[in-house]
């Protein structure tokens, strides 16, 4: 094994069910210690590839390479991957104590040194007096703590983490993200972790790699992926965006001029590829459209005279339907410490060019959304 | 819920219960402690020699003894024959899967009287399975597979396999497959993983399966009289041939009595065993 070594390495996996294609020539690399998300909505095949590292789903075609060794046919029990499940999976006819300890026994390590490591992997989940407890008596804040210890006690190669959030409520699945980051932090695992929810992956990950339909969308830094979404799915899913098609009139070194199809023209900043006459599709967060009252603009290149339609208060942000001179609407959150304007308000939308994110556009004429 | 909601609900079967088995089994009671003179009749002596003569009498010891032994056995035999046909029917996800599971049941939508002269057919002197084994060889004369332990054995173990399988079925799907899963991923192999986590968590359904099977065949009539014959008795074909043979009313109620007793003893105990396997799960 080499230090240069992937800690995690998926090459060209594919697995169908049927006629369904789950995952389509995922290719992928973790460094170790890295904290990887893989984000999608459900049924994009996320979870398929994780079990395809654990060994409970045989791929296809393709290989599963652990810090370098192809385990691609190894039997489920002799990989050393840890594994979270989205319902914990604790054994219910055992106590907490025994649950981490499973693990141990199965490798054959001697009592005397076996308890020792359970009691300190329960100190660390903070589950250290509940070893005498059976799972049924736990908070499912508590269960998720066994099962990380359960999974990390062996201290496995690689940590998947399926889901493991998505059954506590809200306050405690924040508390758990923070827990969860600092325990990674804290053991440098390597942890794979599969999530349908963005800001879990924003927050926990140190890069994203979003699916859809069985393929790889975009990887990068969860900055990359929020500021600068490859496809109109990225940016869909990550974050709320308005969309607009339109064609590229001007393009040079300090930015480029969008024509949209409704008739109005924004400027967005240096984009590749992006030749004049060449159809895009632009998007704009948001959290990134400035609302002002009317005759108040802060001379951004992109300001344009609206109404506002809607408006509704959402406690972090007002939330503003408003809509423009040719008739096109856009959705904009801004801080709820501003002023609120009232519905039917004249008023100003403004955005800086380089909130726009210029993604390939459709022919004209194709639909929109 | 009010608990008063939660008692009216149970009324109706309650009250079957107490008309249809407390109150008949309390009639036993005095009717068990009378002597019976043969061409008399019921006299009004009491006695309690026909519970007596139950746990001394080698005669009725030996129909006591080998009730219990052939339901142990028999409950044994539909476990170890069942709990694979039952994993494999719970775990499958076969288009059959449907099918196969009314194949399981089929056996009982055929009357019990055809199905127990269908063994006796099979099972005689000169039934197909003798003639089988002498064919290949296995055996030089036939074996006899009737009107003893081994006949009361195949049949019964035939006639109540569903229930146990049906059983099985249930408490085994009750398993989320995670946690196999979970167990494997730990380190465990297939057949390690069973045991320390499949066989535990399904052992709720394996005791009540096993009480199922062993209350039906220890009370079981029709099978045991075809395949047992006059001579071969059980608890069942006796008190059968007490109340209706021999018009000995004190002597069939004092071994009903007996019996029901025994299954009453070892349902509680089985409960007891069964909270303390499948209690934490």
């Known amino acids: ?46 979870s398929t590839v994780l079990r395809m590292v654990a060994g409970l789903v045989e791929p296809d075609s393709g290989q599963v ?23 914990y999976a604790l054994f219910p006819h055992m106590s907490v104590f025994d649950n981490v300890a499973f693990g141990l026994r199965r490798r054959s390590v001697a009592d005397r040194e076996a308890r020792p490591r359970v009691e300190r992997m329960l100190e660390l989940v903070r589950m250290g007096p509940l070893g005498a407890r059976y799972p049924r008596e736990l908070s499912g804040g508590q269960q998720q703590r066994v099962a990380l210890a359960r999974a990390l006690v062996t201290e496995p190669r690689v940590l998947l983490l399926d889901e493991p959030l998505s059954n506590l409520d809200a306050l405690l699945r924040d508390e758990m993200r923070v827990e969860l ?12 972790f599969v999530t349908h929810d963005q800001a879990e992956a924003l927050i926990l990950s140190d890069r994203v790699v979003v699916m859809e339909a069985g393929r790889v969308e975009q990887v990068g830094l969860p900055e990359d992926v929020y500021r600068r979404p490859a496809t109109a799915f990225v940016a869909r899913f990550l974050g709320r965006a308005n969309f607009l098609d339109g064609v590229v009139t001007a393009s040079d070194a300090g930015g480029i001029v969008v024509a949209l199809r409704e008739g109005l023209s924004l400027v967005a900043g240096p984009a590749r590829r992006a030749a004049p006459g060449q159809p895009v599709r632009v998007a704009i967060r948001q959290e ?5 009252p009317e005759g108040q603009s802060s001379g951004l290149a992109n300001s344009f005279p609206a109404t506002v339609v809607f408006h ?9 339907v408003i809509q423009l001179a040719d008739g096109c609407e856009l959705q904009v959150a801004s801080s709820a410490s501003t002023p609120p304007l009232a519905r039917g308000a004249r008023a100003l939308v403004e955005w800086r060019p380089d909130d726009v994110i210029i993604l390939p556009g459709e022919p004209p004429g194709g639909g929109a959304s | 819920m009010r608990s008063g909601r939660g008692w009216s609900l149970l009324m109706p079967a309650v009250l079957l219960l107490v008309i249809g088995f407390v109150v008949p089994v309390g009639m036993l009671v005095p009717s068990s402690v009378h002597r ?32 219990l032994a052939l339901g142990a056995v028999v409950t044994l035999a539909t476990l170890v024959i069942g709990y694979p046909v039952a994993f494999f029917l719970a775990r499958t996800r076969s288009r059959w899967r449907n099918w196969l599971t009314i194949l399981v049941v ?10 127990t002269f269908g063994w006796i057919a099979l099972l005689a002197q000169n039934g197909l399975v003798n003639q089988a084994l002498q064919a290949l060889g296995l055996v030089e004369s036939p074996l006899r597979l009737l009107f003893n332990f081994a006949g009361l054995l195949i049949g019964l173990t035939h006639i109540f396999l569903p229930f146990m399988v049906l059983v099985l079925i249930g408490a085994i799907q009750n398993i989320p497959r995670e946690v196999e899963d979970a167990a494997r991923v730990l380190g465990a192999s297939w057949g390690s993983a069973f045991v320390r986590v499949t066989l535990p968590l399904s052992a709720p359904g394996i005791v009540s399966g096993s009480i199922l099977v062993f209350v039906l065949t220890i009370s079981a009539l029709v099978t045991p009289r075809l395949l047992g014959g006059p001579t071969y008795q059980v608890m069942s074909t006796l008190i059968y041939d007490e109340f209706l043979a021999r018009l000995n009313w004190p002597a069939g109620s004092a071994e009903a009595l007996s019996l029901t007793v025994m299954v009453l003893a070892l349902v509680f105990v089985s409960g007891l065993l069964g909270r303390r396997a499948g209690g934490r799960a």
């Open chain 1, 288 to 292: 990134n459209v400035q609302l002002r």
């Open chain 2, 36 to 67: 019976y003179v043969p061409l008399v009749g019921i006299t009004s002596e009491f006695t309690l020699a026909y519970y007596v003569r139950l746990v001394t009498d080698s005669y009725y010891l030996e129909i006591v003894g080998r009730t």
């Open chain 2, 106 to 115: 089929f056996p009982l939508l055929l009357n019990l009287v055809v199905r």
């Open chain 1, 312 to 320: 509704a208060f959402a406690g972090q942000a007002h939330h503003y």
């Open chain 1, 65 to 87: 390479l652990l810090a370098g060794d192809d385990i691609t046919r190894t039997a489920v029990h002799r990989r050393n991957v840890g594994l979270v499940f989205q319902s």
């Open chain 1, 1 to 46: 094994m080499t230090s240069a070594a992937p800690a995690l390495s998926l090459r060209r996996l594919r697995k169908t069910f049927g006629p369904v294609v789950a995952v389509d020539e995922v290719s992928l690399d973790a460094a170790p210690g890295e904290f990887l998300s893989l984000l999608g909505p459900s049924g994009c095949g996320k």
């Open chain 1, 181 to 192: 980051k600092r325990l990674q932090e804290r053991l440098g695992t390597t942890m794979i």
